[in-house]
Each structure stands twice: as structure tokens, then as C-alpha cells.
């Protein structure tokens, strides 16, 4: 049950409680994602999309209720993590019937991946601020990539993406988890969360790619 003296104003919360927090509630963003993509397997990629933009927006709306309404809060966070099911659900289903022993692999890699990352992010004292302007600036340039790839062939191109995209986003799980630990905000945590979730499906989607290839 939810102490409401977690959210008084002042109120430093125990680094283990925000921690035991925030995992239930990207647990249950999980369970909402996986909800979502069963949904919407059936769904064409322009219906992918238009879930995508409604996940984004529900992130950004997460912004104005965080202070004002708690239950808004996590009702947004759960309708982030139904909507981003849908976005990514025509691409489950296709490996799902291609090459369902990809989403096994993919599967473990990612838990193995941020359980290493998450836990060294978790501990480590060093200051990673420097590295999430690295990686911001280097998702931007993988961005970039990608969009150049529709246009212009360039060999391997695809596997090039995925392994930049997991170097990007290891220290994204890096910061992220940091951030879990320096936390004194009971508020933060539903952030936290959506931020520590996209990591997971990220690197998901790069492992995806990596042992779906069909060379």
C-alpha cells in the first residue's frame, strides 16, 4: 500500500523503497506493453504509428499531472506502456512467425544486459553526467543513420545500427539507474520507470534485429 508521507514536500525517501518502487511499476509497464502488442497483432504499420505518437503523448502529459494527481500519473504511465505495444506489435508478430527463437534469444540477452548495466549504474560513484550528453548526441547521430540507410545502401548497415544502438543505450541504463539510486523524490519514480522501461525495449529491439538477421 502507498504511504502518503512518501510524497510530503521534504520527504527523503529510502533509496531502497523509491528502487522497490519504481521496478513494480516498470513490471507493470511490461505487463501493459505485452497486453498491447497481443492487441495489436493484427494491426497495420500506419496503426503502429499512430500508437507510437499516443505513447509519446502520454509521456509528455505524464509531465503536467506529476504533483497534481498520483493516479494520473501512473494511468498515463500504463497507457504509455499499452500504446508502445501497439507500436511495436506488427514487429513481434513477424518474428513471432519467422523466427520465433529470436524473441527467446533476444529475450534473455536483454535481461542479462540490463541486469549487468542496471547493476553497475546502480553502484557505481562516478558522476555520469558527461556521458548522457555523449549518448544523447549519439542517439542523434544514430537517428541520423537510420534515416540515411533508406536511401543509401551501405553494407551491413543494419547490424552496424543494432550493436551502436546497444553501445548507446548501455549507458543510457548506466545513467538511468544511477539516477535510481541519487533519487530523493517518491515522484520521480513513475519517470523513472518509463525511462528504465524504454531502455529494456530498445535493447530488446537492437537483440532482435542481431539474431533475427538472416544472412
Given amino acids: 500500500m502507498y504511504d502518503a508521507t512518501l510524497s510530503r514536500p521534504g520527504y527523503r525517501v529510502p533509496a531502497n523503497t523509491l528502487f522497490a518502487q519504481t521496478m513494480t511499476y516498470v513490471a507493470g509497464t511490461a505487463g501493459l506493453f505485452a497486453l498491447g502488442s497481443y492487441l495489436g497483432r493484427n494491426l497495420t504499420g500506419f496503426a503502429s504509428l499512430i500508437g507510437f505518437v499516443a505513447a509519446f503523448v502520454c509521456l509528455l502529459a505524464m509531465r503536467a499531472t506529476t504533483g497534481r494527481s498520483r493516479a494520473g ?25 519467422a523466427n520465433p527463437q529470436a524473441l527467446w534469444q533476444a529475450g534473455g540477452a536483454t535481461a542479462l544486459f540490463i541486469g ?11 558522476d555520469l553526467s558527461g556521458l548522457s550528453r555523449a549518448c544523447f548526441w549519439a542517439l542523434l547521430v544514430l537517428i541520423l543513420f537510420g534515416i540515411v540507410t533508406i536511401f543509401v545502401r551501405i553494407p551491413h548497415s543494419s547490424l552496424i545500427y543494432s550493436i551502436a544502438g546497444l553501445v ?3 549507458g543510457f541504463t548506466l545513467i538511468d539507474f544511477q539516477r535510481l539510486r541519487r533519487s530523493q523524490n517518491i515522484e520521480s519514480a513513475p519517470f523513472l520507470a518509463a525511462s ?7 535493447v530488446f529491439l537492437f537483440f532482435l534485429n542481431i539474431f533475427g538477421r538472416r544472412d
Avoid: E, H, K, Q
Fill in 168 to 170: 548507446i543505450f548501455a
Fill in 73 to 97: 500519473t501512473l494511468a498515463l504511465l500504463g497507457a504509455f506502456g499499452l500504446f508502445m505495444g501497439v507500436s511495436v506489435a506488427p514487429t513481434i508478430a513477424y518474428y513471432a512467425a
Fill in 196 to 202: 528504465i522501461f524504454l531502455d529494456i525495449l530498445n
Fill in 116 to 126: 549487468a548495466l542496471g547493476s553497475a549504474g546502480y553502484a557505481t560513484r562516478r
